[in-house]
T-cell receptor, first 109, second 115 residues
Framework: GQSLEQPSEVTAVEGAIVQINCTYQ??????LSWYQQHDGGAPTFLSY????GLEETGRFSSFLSRSDSYGYLLLQELQMKDSASYFC??????????FGTGTRLLVSP | NAGVTQTPKFQVLKTGQSMTLQCAQD?????MYWYRQDPGMGLRLIYY???????DKGEVPNGYNVSRLNKREFSLRLESAAPSQTSVYFC??????????????FGDGTRLSIL
């Protein structure tokens, strides 16, 4: 079977740093992606890791350890607009994505 | 550019009715996808099309059919709607069917309720 585990909810205050973890067990692995989805909106792509290590894109960073089947998304200098759901997704081949159930991030003033 | 356009945005059906959800992209992408998202859940792949003229099943294809009409358009059909198909349906596209990394671009979704 395919499974991706994420915490269901994380809370933080503006300006803080938060880490959202993702562990996966899939048949086939061609990279781990992260998507953001605001309530009622469409998912939008944030970050991708194909190889082990850290990828940085502005305030967002993502990390992958293939040997541990583990990755995380790090959000720095949190802003109110970062309140959203965050999904990790594994590319199992031919760009077929298997998504986690999502982590709801609540940022308070 | 509009990106990925889905129609309709909302629809209510009765059990047993049929319906086609439309999706079009103007980014000249090769690959297109249909997902469903149930409350509090991630997206689950229904069908995908790696290129014009080809389609393949995803995780949850039962009860659905698809047509890749041309490079731009990929439709999803419910032949006999069931309450279990109440969901938000997202269409997505990506530039290629292979390669290290191709981010998917999503439409705004179709909110479908089946009574």
């Amino acid at each position: 079977g395919q499974s991706l585990e994420q915490p269901s909810e994380v809370t933080a205050v503006e300006g803080a740093i938060v880490q959202i973890n993702c562990t996966y067990q899939t048949s086939g692995f061609y990279g781990l992606s992260w998507y953001q989805q605001h309530d009622g909106g469409a998912p939008t792509f944030l970050s991708y890791n194909g190889l082990d290590g850290l990828e940085e894109t502005g305030r967002f960073s993502s990390f992958l350890s293939r040997s541990d089947s583990y990755g995380y998304l790090l959000l720095q200098e949190l802003q109110m607009k970062d309140s959203a759901s965050y999904f990790c997704a594994v590319n199992t081949g031919f760009q077929k994505l298997v998504f986690g159930t999502g982590t709801r991030l609540l940022v308070s003033p | 550019n509009a990106g990925v356009t889905q129609t309709p945005k909302f629809q209510v059906l009765k059990t047993g009715q049929s319906m086609t959800l439309q999706c079009a992209q103007d980014m000249n992408h090769n690959s297109m996808y249909w997902y469903r998202q149930d409350p509090g859940m991630g997206l689950r792949l229904i069908y995908y099309s790696a290129s014009e003229g080809t389609t393949d099943k995803g995780e949850v294809p039962n009860g659905y059919n698809v047509s890749r009409l041309n490079k731009r358009e990929f439709s999803l059909r419910l032949e006999s709607a069931a309450p279990s198909q109440t969901s938000v349906y997202f269409c997505a596209s990506s530039p290629k069917d292979r390669g290290l990394h191709q981010p998917q671009h999503f439409g705004d979704g179709t909110r479908l309720s089946i009574l």
